[in-house]
């Protein structure tokens, strides 16, 4: 219930000062108890989608309220009509945030850490000519840097937006062979740059590498 209702106010079903549907209509709509209609309404409110107003009913807030880092919210934003703006703005996030994570990973990071990234990047190479397997590896080369970086609130941020855009297609895409051997000589360089500790060389990397893999991957409507 709830999920179906964020998914309507975020698509404008239910607009910005509009009122949701009486609690006694709810309970008819979702075939549940006015208990169930309350503890919902509860959430949304905890989300700051709506707010309760004595008279009116529960009111849709102005998006600028509502919490964008709820799962809910940011799964109903990235299947949206203007989901691919959203991921542009993710992909722009991912710059800021793991480009200073890894200049951070190539001063921060332990001999251990370093030998476990080697490990990785044999293994992504061992993968580029499936496209599927190295998506999932990709994902943990990433995650290996961010831990490196010992930067554990920008990965929190990182991991909590990307895992709800990951469901997308519009996100994940379909790369091909092509594509995953450019990604894998972007990896290559910032690998080569922590590797080596220079911070400011792991640091652009990172920019290129998020900025040229979104790039390639991302749709692009007409007059967008």
């Known amino acids: 219930?709830?999920?179906?209702?964020v998914n309507m106010i975020v698509a404008g079903s239910y607009p910005v000062g509009t009122a949701l549907p009486p609690e006694n209509m709810l309970c008819e709509m979702y075939g549940v108890s006015r208990t169930v209609v309350r503890e919902a309404t509860t959430a949304m409110?905890?989300?700051g989608l709506v707010v309760t107003q004595q008279g009116r009913g529960t009111i849709v807030r102005e998006d600028t309220a509502w919490n964008m880092l709820d799962p809910v919210i940011l799964s109903a934003l990235f299947k949206g009509e203007d989901g691919l703006r959203y991921l542009d703005n993710l992909s722009k996030?991912?710059?800021l945030l793991e480009s200073e994570m890894a200049a951070e990973a190539a001063e921060e990071g332990t001999e251990e850490q370093r030998a476990e990234?080697?490990?990785q990047i044999d293994r992504l190479e061992g993968l580029v000519e499936t496209p599927a397997a190295y998506g999932h590896e990709d994902l943990r080369f990433h995650d290996i840097i961010m831990r490196m970086s010992g930067n554990r609130l920008s990965k929190a941020i990182i991991d909590g937006i990307q895992s709800e855009a990951l469901r997308t297609h519009a996100y994940s895409g379909k790369p091909s062979i092509d594509h995953v051997k450019a990604t894998q000589a972007s990896h290559r360089k910032v690998y080569d740059a922590i590797m080596a500790r220079d911070a400011d060389a792991a640091g652009d990397a990172m920019r290129e590498?998020?900025?040229?893999?979104?790039?390639r991957r991302r749709a692009r409507p007409k007059g967008y």
């Open 45 to 47: 409110i905890e989300k």
């Open 93 to 95: 996030v991912r710059v």
């Open 209 to 215: 590498h998020i900025s040229g893999s979104w790039d």
């Open 117 to 119: 990234l080697a490990e």
């Open 1 to 5: 219930m709830v999920e179906d209702l």
